[in-house]
């Protein structure tokens, strides 16, 4: 992973590794393939190998890893850049398209959009990147015989932690599950709380024109602190939390049951399927609401991109926003579309059907804030936003007083914002 700007020598070595192989696999003879970089991995990566062998032409897929702007950057210094990326941070469209990168795109006539989606990937009056798969960020997984009655309210879920957090330290299982090794997890928490408190400001937030310090984050941070420091909320408690990956909060919940509840997004189905013990489904609810209703939806995305190349990469991209596309991965299971002229009859699986139909509900939606953030506030592992969380969270879960741990993040923060403008 790379800090700030940075290029790490691991990561260098590696990109121009796989953009030399990708070279001579492009000068083999026969049709030219087309080259795809993408942040899948494992079963995900199985399934849009599966997606793209419909594809007319060759296209040869290579996983980046978890940081591919380290990766694109390193390839664009080779002059090895693929053609097609996809990408989970609309910020880097932008930025790719401002540094003359990319190429403008467009879609197929069977693409659509929620509203909101697409302007985030409008530079200069051009398009430069389109939606090709979807993340619901708002949902509470649980067994159904580990919590029959899920909670309906935020001080609902307040009062249930604070029960079976008592249970917990009699030996019953935790109430909360949480990856806080995985800084993105903890912004997710973060994210789902302000736009639900306070939907204006987030939207002010992810357009840099917010305060960090101001009241609606403050009053976000002081309730997840009020939920996170909670004595027994998280096994072995925060600071085996703070160790804790995503997968592995997963597994505390359907395999060895040493936590009730945890929170994430639909792809979290994919590691259930590969770690759940027993006959059992897991089952979700929304993320439960400061006031009367479901809340705010927390929406993530992956997006395609089209490097400054022949029209290979162009082409694929407008095929992959075509509605019969992601067909293979859609009735696999597994997948979500961001593409609205997709039937809701064809999803196989009835929870991502009610998922996408939630995702197509007016004036709820936000994209995950800290993937609009610009340059290293965006996080990474050590880095940014998500350093900042974890900062906040040990000091919560370690006895620090709430206001004490707020000024801080809140002071973090917005010198984070400050650095990140300066930046651009």
Known sequence: MTRAGGLTRRTLLRAAAVGAAATATGCGG???SVQVAVVWSGGELDRFREVVAAYPAPVRVVSAGNDIDAFLRARHLAGTSPDVAILSRPGLVTEYAARGWLRPVRPSTEYAVPIGLGDLLIAEGQRY???VKAAHKSLVWHLPSM???PPTSWDALVSLTRRLGALARDGGPAPLAIGAADGWVLTDWFENVLADLAPTAYDALAAAEGDWQGRAVRDTLDRLAELWSIDGAF????KRALLTQYEESVIQVVRSRRAVM???ADFTAEVVGRFRSGPEEPVTFRF??????SGALIVGGDVAVAFDHDRGGLELVEWLTRADAF???LRAGGYLSPNTTIALTEYADPVRRQLAREMRGPDTLHFDLSDQLPGAFTGSDGVGIWRIMQDFFADVTGGVPARRAIDDATRQLAAAARDADGDR
């Open 129 to 131: 990147g389109l939606w």
């Open 30 to 32: 026969g049709t030219r």
């Open 327 to 329: 067909g293979p991965w």
């Open 262 to 264: 945890v929170f994430e």
């Open 288 to 293: 439960p609401s400061a006031g009367a209703g």
């Open 147 to 149: 919590l029959p009655e």
């Open 235 to 238: 096994p072995g408690g925060g």
